[in-house]
């Protein structure tokens, strides 16, 4: 049952095929200390008995939504709407919260009302038995307010205000992977909210799954960028920054003797239609601090 001495929080997770990843995701948020939290998992159709995993638990605070086929960020956005919570806390399959974080989360939240997302400092999986046996930890912090830019948040680790997404709006379903966070931190900085991230608000990721290929990242990461820009951008910027983004798909492709990148700009451009412009100030588009090569490290 839950106490309504607390907020409720809302855990939404979008699973596809790592059946054992959510079930440890489930045991680690069944040992949160702050216990009034509903959990809702997006079963992206998996194929590997994740459904009937999660049914077989019987967890009474789960919710399980699944799709038809597997549509990517979209179904973040299909858990944000059924979610109950004054708070969401957005996570992956493969990560989880500290013990306390979700309790910590909400302090923040309480103590800073400008505050739209707490973005989470994201470990590695392999530091959490340290964490755990460790004496000291990351003591309540505040957040180190730096009005020159804005940074995004980690998918892997984040709580919203339920407002947030209200106003500003979800995950772009577009995308369907990669940088939907940055386009979406664009759309809540230019609502009036603040991104902050906190050193003791801690969640754990495993990196590098096997299933994530050494061509789908770069792929959708240069693709979504350019609609990122396109769509948030106001229109002198956007143009200087595409030009910007046109040297570094040639140069990198040239470097790395690839056509990926030139792939995915003709993907972005073909498909262009399937994004819808709004712009945000030039305010905040020039304060919000964009990783424009990060495309191109990634590929192997």
Known sequence: MFDNKTPLVSAVIVSYNRKE????????LCQQRYKNIEIIVVDNASTDGTAAMINALGLPNLRLIQMEENAGV???????EAARGEYILI??????PAPDAIEKMIQKFDRYPAIGIVSFTVKDYSTYSTYINSATRTSAEDPVFNDDYIMSFHGAGAGVRREVIEKAGGYPEEFF????????????CNAGFRIEAFADVICFHKSAPANRTSQRGPFYYTRNIFWTIWKNYPGVLMWKVTLLMLFYVFYYSFEQRTFLYIRALLDAVIN??????APITMEIAKRFRMHYKTPFTMYR
């Open 91 to 96: 996570l992956d399959d493969d990560s989880f």
């Open 21 to 28: 990843d959510i079930r440890e995701t489930l045991s680690m």
């Open 272 to 277: 262009v239609g399937r994004i819808t412009r």
């Open 177 to 188: 992977l990669y940088f939907n966070e940055t386009d979406m931190a664009l759309r809540v």
């Open 74 to 80: 979209k179904a973040y956005n299909r858990g944000f």
